[in-house]
């Protein structure tokens, strides 16, 4: 009886296991058509998503333009005189699609208080200026110290320039213990005892470029480093909102030093203008106006090494363009590269949007 018992029992018990087993098939078999058919209706979202932005793509944001009309962008002298010709080579063969509409920024200008002077003169203490300055202006100073080296700033921006007179100096002349890394050691060490290295410096882009003397003791573009006497340090902004910024000169800015043999900075123009984060979005034109623009005369022509009047134009983007002069706004610029160091740019906001 108990045996019987038994039998019944595992007999009872393989049933269950063998109707478990069935129902677990099912459930992973239906699971798994489930999750197919999930991933299948997801594949063909993504696909009508896709076709529906080719064919009806949704609407830009619209421009806010929120500070009216802006001010033209004011350039210096082009790099050179010649009638110059364009033709497109690009990867392309054709001018690029970009974007229709980019910010425009707010530049910070600062005001003067009470301490503006006092600020200064501790400032010009930390590199070794004690004596009491020449006024030039109301806001600008001028430090002279034993050296004859002379510093003129700005009590306000505190931009400045800077001089020495190396002329008469043998280690600068000699151009003893010179090279790229410790001239930039040497001017960034300026700008920390100042308290002016900005916070918003790419020291990735950072530009050194070096000079020899002629027989006139004039700065000429050396070779190599080797034969070198100073080293030009140029400090570049980081990027804003995706795009880069381009100075007067491409590949140099408004922060720039001259470092002499012996660790000596020998001269630097220092003009930092702060990006503040108001912005607005402003239409701009398109790449291809932007070319016959730059085809009639309208660019402005930063570098051009060459001698050929025609130039193959190889790349052309969008950049933000900050001068050495005092601005209010971070405009954008199209940028047009060339063979033999050519750039031009030319403004990018559409003309409605320019005060004349």
């Not at 009806?56 to 001010?71: D, E, I, M, R």
């Not at 425009?104 to 003067?112: E, H, L, M, N």
Request: charged share 15%; with cysteine.
């Amino acid at each position: 009886m108990l045996d019987c018992i038994v039998k019944f029992s595992y007999t009872q018990y393989m049933l269950t296991l063998t109707q478990a087993s069935e129902e677990t098939k099912e459930i992973l078999k239906w699971g798994g058509l489930f999750l197919a058919g999930l991933f299948i209706c997801l594949v063909i979202l993504r696909i009508f998503l896709y076709v529906k932005d080719w064919f009806f793509p949704s609407p830009p944001p619209k421009v806010t333009v929120a500070f009216g009309q802006l001010p033209m962008q004011v350039f210096p002298q082009n790099s050179t005189n010649a009638k110059l010709t364009y033709s497109l080579n690009t990867l392309s063969g054709d001018t690029p699609n970009l974007q229709n509409q980019t910010k425009v920024f707010r530049i910070t200008q600062f005001q003067s208080d009470l301490l503006a002077y006092a600020r200064t003169q501790d400032m010009v203490s930390k590199i070794g200026f004690y004596s009491k300055p020449t006024a030039l202006s109301d806001r600008a100073f001028e430090w002279s110290d034993s050296y004859n080296r002379d510093i003129k700033i700005d009590i306000i921006t505190h931009n400045f320039a800077f001089t020495y007179p190396y002329l008469s100096d043998t280690s600068v002349l000699s151009g003893t213990n010179l090279s790229a890394s410790q001239a930039l050691g040497t001017a960034k060490g300026m700008l920390n005892n100042m308290e002016l290295y900005a916070n918003d410096i790419d020291e990735s882009k950072t530009q050194t470029h070096s000079y020899s003397f002629n027989s006139n003791n004039k700065f000429i573009l050396s070779t190599s480093l080797s034969n070198s006497q100073v080293v030009e340090v140029d400090f570049m902004q980081q990027d804003v909102d995706s795009l880069p910024i381009y100075y007067e000169k491409p590949n140099y800015s408004s922060m720039n030093f001259l470092v002499g043999g012996g660790g000596k900075v020998i001269g630097a123009n220092y003009v930092h203008q702060t990006i503040s984060e108001e912005s607005a979005t402003y239409p701009i034109k398109t790449a291809k106006l932007a070319y016959d623009e730059l085809q009639k005369g309208k660019g402005y022509i930063a570098s051009y090494f060459g001698s050929s009047s025609n130039i193959s134009v190889r790349n052309i983007f969008l950049a933000y363009y900050m001068s050495g002069n005092t601005q209010y706004f971070l405009m954008p610029i199209f940028v047009f590269q060339g063979d033999n160091g050519f750039y031009a740019y030319v403004p990018a906001v559409t003309d409605e949007w320019i005060s004349k």
